[in-house]
């Protein structure tokens, strides 16, 4: 007897919905059956290439009975309410990074899935990526000894990529902390053993014309005694895939000639209300639409990744990269290539499907997702306070 397909809706047809497209698209344990999204010609457009049922709002997706489990993407502040609609209504749910702006809100949220009997899981971040989940069962061989440091290091064009306002606005969301942060954050605790003691950080806001952080850098102490230093620009001029072979975050190959494009094309914005309707273009029912979840002619090549990331431990240096993972021990060298995966990013339906289908409780949980979270605010607290933050909410995967 064939494995059941999980059944899932999509709660907002944004841009978070079209990076994960190619993978809800093609994974052979998924099937988008039902949509909810403000914009008419967004749903028409799911209706017709998904032959899926399409709703305006959270409620009606949610009364929806074929739904097994839905994707929620829409903007951070609308999470703490869309995940108590669909756990009233008995949904599995998978709600994108960072789960909420408040601990508060993460707790409601962690409260209202154990109420209903439902998995909650938090993503996708890059730690589910192939090459750190590698590093990962590396590390929990125990034939390098502990973790003892973890260095991670990104250069983006992230704040000049197209933005709504709230975006530029910190208080709202906005800035590289809380949609950056949440991603090397995730990847460091989850090599590191998750249990972060404290803070020190400081942050970056350089550019008055986009008025929130840019960059960031940040000391992790764990627990264990290891320590993290994590670093991250966003202003667009070196860029980390030059030390990835050109290989993008989302597994796809770079042409280095296409220099400072970002820039460029935010430079020929008149207005806030212009940015935002250009990167209207990048949500789906956009033209490109289905078309952008075509996989590359010859399959994918690469797995995803989030820049430079190397765990020191007592007897190797651990690097994880796109197609495997360096390790570099006392005598020897060597490289563990990974196959590339047949979808991107499958690992994300992969723990989804194993906890709304085999009730396997997903290591990217709630709780998982608030200890990050409590990370990323004591970023900004440190910062702006000048001191050393310490974190009273962490766990370990699993707890």
């Known amino acids: 007897m064939a494995d059941p397909v999980l059944r899932l809706g999509i709660l907002g047809l944004g841009r978070a919905f079209m990076l994960m497209l190619p993978t809800l698209a093609h994974h052979p344990r998924v099937r988008l059956v039902a949509a909810a999204d403000p914009r008419p010609d967004a749903r028409r457009r799911f209706a017709e290439e998904f032959g899926a049922r399409t709703y305006e709002t959270a409620e009606a997706l949610a009364a929806d009975p074929a739904v097994d489990a839905v994707y929620i993407a829409t903007p951070h502040q609308f999470h703490v309410a869309q995940v108590g609609i669909m756990a009233r209504a008995g949904k599995h749910i998978l709600v994108e990074k960072p789960m909420a702006l408040t601990l508060p809100d993460c707790q409601a949220m962690i ?6 009997g439902v998995h909650l899981m938090v993503g996708h971040s890059h730690s589910y990526d192939g090459p750190i989940a590698q590093a990962r069962r590396l590390i929990g061989s125990g034939a390098y000894g502990p973790v003892r440091m973890i260095t991670a290091v990104n250069f983006t064009d992230f704040l000049y990529r197209p933005r709504r306002p709230e975006e530029l606005v910190t208080a709202e969301g906005g800035g590289v902390v809380f949609s950056q942060a949440a991603h090397q954050v995730d990847i460091v605790r989850l090599l590191g053993g998750g249990r972060v003691k404290s803070v020190r950080a400081q942050t970056g806001a350089w550019d008055p014309a986009r008025p929130t952080e840019g960059a960031y850098g940040a000391f992790l102490s764990f627990e264990s005694g290891a320590f993290a230093n994590l670093t991250y620009s966003g202003y667009g001029h070196f860029d980390i895939d030059e030390f990835v072979g050109w290989v993008g975050e989302l597994g796809q190959e770079r042409d280095p000639a296409r220099y400072g494009t970002a820039r460029a094309a935010l430079a020929r914005i008149r207005s806030a209300a212009e940015e ?21 002619a010859g399959g994918v090549r690469h797995h995803n990744h989030f820049g430079q990331i190397i765990v020191s431990c007592a007897g190797a240096d651990l690097r994880p990269t796109a197609d495997g993972v360096h390790v570099y021990a006392d005598q020897t060298r060597r490289f563990d290539a990974l196959p590339p995966p047949a979808v991107p990013r499958p690992e994300v339906i992969d723990e989804l499907y194993r906890a709304a289908v085999q009730n396997i409780p997903p290591d990217h949980s709630g709780a998982w997702g608030l200890s990050t979270l409590e990370v990323c605010l004591a970023i900004l607290h440190s910062a702006r306070a000048g001191r050393e933050i310490p974190l009273t909410h962490q766990v370990a995967i699993g707890e």
Do not use: H, N, V
């Open 111 to 116: 409260d209202a899935a154990r109420t209903a």
């Open 276 to 296: 935002a309707a250009l990167k209207e273009t990048r949500t789906y029912g956009a033209p490109a639409s289905l078309d952008a979840a075509a996989l590359p």
